[in-house]
């Protein structure tokens, strides 16, 4: 038996929801599985674009400190009892004279050589102390008499030294020359690095002079060469990014310094993209086969009419002339046809409207990639509220197709109740055979059940356009212009979006928000910047009591569950007031004196960025003329103090009113 055979013995229901089923789903999984890739790309692209830039701005802080090491040199060159000493010759005096400059300027290197390449005074110290340098040339390049900088190498793996020669000249001649230099050692790199996730790498050959890890230094390394482009490399079973930036010597061997960035970050990060794209596809199948469920009971209840059409067709061509049926059925299944025609074109247009969505969104994403700081955080929040909001707008116009199509299917459904009845009524007595098809059909039920049916699906679109307009009022990231906001919408829509968080989980029980509002009127903002703020500072609050509830046993969670209060205020200067507080673990006065400090954060690496209250900070105090402010006590909890002013001071735009999507017209 052929598969088209088998295909033409399935039922009509079947037949129709199974082609439709097949390919959607094909889609949805090609389509998710797709993002993930660019996705995961892009942010490759991005840790290499990154290592690459960590690699120029080391290169800029060496050349600042080859300055400030040349204005030192010459500033020891010019003193006036540097001279005095100098051209006296002696050496206690030179010492009692210099030791007491190299410690206030914190060189590791001071060496006097006179015109004759002799030397007259040599100081090492830290970790430059009884390291050997070629003092060949040291000498020959002092006695040349000029003025430059560069990288002094030392034997073995000893650190390197940042030189700087000066003449010292009396009102007539040259006395000496002097050489200065800061060792480049595991310290200054260090001091290179500061809190960032890089670490540096001095090596000369395949042997490393100074690093800001813990490497062997009596083994050899390989790292990229200095032309190369950015690297992966592993490292005590680390894997990292590195670049490498080559510094030339005097004596034609150079040293160089790898850059390194983990690559650990960007493999959580695709785990973790991998990990949405998966919970994406399922969510997309799930919804694709709930909907494709409901459509084969609808065409189900299609085909046993059909049916009873076939039969009345085989009994008329078997000779029974006295069989009739209603012919205004087939207006029907034509406008449900059409129906269907039409939100398949609907369904393709949509889609060429993603597709273009992507392509902006690629591109947004490219220049938000220019960025740093700061405003990297914040325009990519800016990208995911427009990919939100058209997100949104994409399933808003077939829910409203199918929402205000219900209305006429029950209006519809009512008409061919009240013929049946009338039917009924005119004709109480039906032919046996007929009889026997309403038993079989069961009438009373089919219209019990439909009726069910539509109440279902009506309560479903409904609360699918309510997620919509919760999407869509906290997606206004790209608003450019002040307008008059309802804040307490926009707080309730944040709740909306968070509410998955605070139902109870497997481990942590539910979290219970208290909301205390007051009588606010509309406020001059930026919405979508202040729905920002409640997104950061309510999933913090989260986090904290998600935190807390897993230190805490079974009892206490019961006598102190996790709790938010939420409460606002018309202060009497004319400002707005919100006030979110939690009853988590708190901060300690030194944890919350940082907190507004960008790349601050408590959260282990890959959760939290230290981005988040930064930005929050920046957009009410600078964007709103606002106060951030922050209460806590350690294991008592945090409270969070907005304050925005109801009217922004010396603004002359006219300002627009941003209309309540609940009181909106559907589309039909």
């Known amino acids: 038996m052929t598969l088209r055979t088998r295909y033409s013995q399935f039922p009509v229901a079947v037949k129709l929801v199974s082609l439709p089923l097949i390919v959607f789903l094909s889609l949805w999984t090609v389509g998710a599985i797709g993002l993930g890739y660019f996705a995961r790309n892009y942010l490759a692209q991005t840790a290499y674009k990154e290592t690459s830039d960590l690699a120029v701005l080391l290169q800029q802080d060496l050349q600042q400190k080859e300055k400030l090491l040349s204005l030192k040199a010459r500033w020891v ?7 005095n000493a100098v051209s006296t010759g002696d050496r206690a005096l030179l010492l009692r004279t210099l030791l007491p400059i190299q410690s206030a300027l914190e060189l590791d290197l001071l060496k006097i050589v006179d015109t004759n ?72 790199l260090q001091q290179i690095r500061g809190n960032t996730s890089m670490h540096l790498v001095a090596f000369q050959g395949d042997r ?49 310094i790898a850059v390194l960035k983990s690559f650990e970050e960007t493999e959580q990060a695709e785990r973790k993209l991998w990990g949405v794209v998966a919970i994406f ?100 929040m800016s990208a995911l509220g427009q990919m939100v909001a058209g997100v949104a707008h994409e ?53 019990e059940d439909l009726q069910k049916i539509l109440k279902s699906m009506k309560v479903g679109s409904d609360r699918i356009r309510n997620i919509v307009i919760s999407l869509r009022n906290f997606s206004r990231l790209d608003e450019a212009e002040f307008k008059l906001a309802d804040l307490h919408e926009g707080i309730d829509n944040t709740l909306m979006i968070l509410q998955h968080r605070l139902k109870a989980q497997s481990d942590v029980p539910a979290i219970k928000v208290i909301k205390n509002y007051g009588q606010l009127p509309l406020v001059e903002c930026y919405p979508g910047y202040l729905n920002q703020v409640f997104m950061n500072l309510l999933a913090n609050a989260i986090d904290a009591l998600e935190e807390a509830a897993q230190k805490k046993t079974r009892e206490e969670r019961d006598i102190q569950p996790g709790t938010i209060w939420i409460s606002t205020q018309h202060t009497s200067d004319n400002w707005a007031k919100i006030m979110i507080a939690d ?38 105090n600078e964007k709103h003329n606002g106060k951030l402010e922050c209460d806590s006590t350690a294991q ?32 039909h």
Request: glycine share 8%.
């Open 281 to 380: 596809g399922l969510l997309g199948g799930i919804l694709i086969v709930g909907v494709m469920l409901l459509g084969f009971r609808v065409t189900q209840a299609l085909s046993r009419r059909i049916q009873s059409l076939t039969q009345a067709t085989q009994a008329l061509a078997q000779g029974d002339l006295t069989i009739r049926l209603q012919t205004d059925t087939q207006d029907e299944v034509g406008v449900l046809a059409q129906g269907f025609n039409t939100m398949a074109e609907q369904l393709t247009l949509r889609d060429r409207q993603l597709s273009q969505h992507m392509q902006q969104l690629e591109s947004t994403l490219e220049e938000l990639h220019r960025t740093q700081g700061q405003m990297v955080q914040s325009e990519k």
């Open 77 to 83: 060159s010019e003193e006036r009892s540097v001279v």
């Open 208 to 256: 490393v002079t100074a690093s800001t890890l813990m490497l062997k230094r009596d083994r050899s390394w390989s790292f990229p060469q200095a032309d190369a482009s950015p690297q992966r490399i592993e490292i005590a079973g680390e894997t990292f990014l590195s670049k490498t930036v080559e510094l030339p010597s005097f004596d034609g061997p150079t040293l160089q």
């Open 395 to 447: 399933i808003n116009n077939p829910v409203n197709f199918i929402h205000g199509n219900l209305s006429y299917v029950e209006r519809y459904l009512q008409d061919l109740l009240r013929i049946i009845h009338s039917y009924q009524h005119h004709y109480p007595h039906p032919s046996p055979s007929l009889q026997a098809e309403l038993e079989e059909a069961e009438l009373d039920f089919l219209v």
């Open 117 to 188: 390449g002799q030397s007259l005074l040599s100081s090492q110290q830290r970790s430059l102390n009884g390291v050997e340098f070629q003092d060949a040339i040291v000498n020959t390049t002092a006695q040349t008499g000029l003025e430059v900088s560069g990288i002094l190498l030392a034997d073995n793996t000893a650190p390197c030294s940042l030189v700087s020669f000066f003449s010292i000249k009396s009102a007539t001649t040259i006395l000496a020359n002097l050489v200065v230099g800061i060792a480049i050692d595991d310290a200054l």
């Open 636 to 667: 008592k909890g945090t409270q969070f103090v907005i304050q925005i002013p109801i009217r922004q001071p010396n603004l002359n735009c006219p300002l627009v009113q941003i209309p309540n999507p609940q009181n909106g017209q559907l589309q």
């Open 583 to 620: 009853n988590g673990l708190g901060m300690s006065e030194a944890v919350r004196s940082r907190i507004f400090d960008p790349f601050f954060t408590t959260k282990p690496i890959g959760k939290g960025t230290g981005l988040g209250l930064p930005i929050s900070y920046q957009i009410v």
